[in-house]
């Protein structure tokens, strides 16, 4: 039997997904195919019935499709009622099943593959977007001991910040100094000459900087950040790797290793 997934997007040409997904399946014994599918931006939802109407078992789905993902769905899962988006589809019986694996993901790279806690920490997190919105509850079931969100639209982060209880919305004036752990969670991620808005006090010397984007090299972030003195900066490859390690659990009942494919991906990208 050959199963059938896809990724939802706009764009989507760069995604990974497929070849991620292909050596989670080579390894487990089980025969997929693997789509790219892009959807009009205002077409998701007959992009996706048009998908499930051909014979599939789900689909993940990523910018900018992820609230209207988990409108479609019959059935969210708790992850994601917690931040009403999707990413990930299963159909089973006719009914879509909606589940959110980034604030898994997440944490999986953070506490497992890069050793850092969570608990207890004080965390600066820099947006206030869709992607920021879908790890958030994961973040705080951590009980970190400050969450502050700090977004070029502060009306943004204040009506984020009226949602999640233990969730503060600074301005760039109000930001501490020397957090443990600062997350970007733009997808633009944060170019060099745009700096200002968020002061170089944030970094101390033991501070912890990700970036949940990822490219080849440095991202424009983690640059910005060793260039103010952080040593400790990561990008969003393990994320990614492990969110879809996640979404493949709930297809399959199987957990597949991820730290090959993340050295594979690295490797890739140079």
């Known amino acids: 039997m050959i199963h059938r997934l896809a990724v939802f997007g706009n764009p989507v040409a760069h995604s990974r997904s497929p070849e991620i997904h292909a050596t989670f399946a080579e390894a487990a014994g089980i025969d997929l195919t693997y789509e790219r599918i892009e959807a009009p931006v205002d ?11 051909q014979g599939c078992d789900g689909f993940n789905v990523t910018v900018p ?13 708790r992850s994601a009622l917690a931040s009403g988006t999707v990413n990930t589809v299963i159909v089973a019986d006719g009914i879509l099943e909606g589940s959110n694996t980034d604030g898994v993901g997440l944490l999986a790279d953070l506490e497992n ?11 600066l997190i820099l947006g206030a977007g869709g992607a920021v919105q879908g790890v958030l509850p994961h973040l705080l079931a951590r009980r970190p001991a400050t969450v ?36 970007s969670g ?3 991620g944060l170019v060099e000459r745009e700096v200002d808005p968020v ?15 990822y490219g080849a090299g440095e991202t424009p972030f983690i640059r910005w950040a060793h260039r ?16 879809a390690a996640a ?17 594979q991906l690295r490797t890739s990208l140079g």
Not at 65 to 77: G, I, N, T, W, Y
Not at 151 to 163: D, K, M, P, S, Y
């Open 247 to 263: 979404s493949f659990a709930l297809w399959f009942d199987v957990q597949p290793a991820t730290q090959p494919v993340i050295r």
């Open 113 to 123: 593959n890069l050793g850092w806690s969570v608990s207890g920490r004080r965390i």
């Open 199 to 213: 002061p170089s006090r944030v970094l101390g010397e033991n501070t912890c900087c990700y970036d949940m984007i």
């Open 186 to 188: 733009s997808a633009a």
């Open 228 to 243: 103010f003195g952080c040593e400790r900066g990561s990008d969003g490859l393990g994320m990614l790797v492990e969110q």
């Open 43 to 53: 077409h998701f939802a007959k992009a996706a019935r048009d998908f499930i109407e």
């Open 148 to 183: 502050h969100i700090l977004n070029r639209t502060h009306e943004r982060a204040q009506a984020l910040a009226e949602r999640e209880e233990g969730v503060e919305a600074v301005t760039a004036a109000a930001v501490e100094s020397d957090y443990d752990l600062v997350i």
């Open 65 to 77: 499709f992820k609230r209207e993902a988990f409108e479609l769905v019959d059935r969210p899962d």
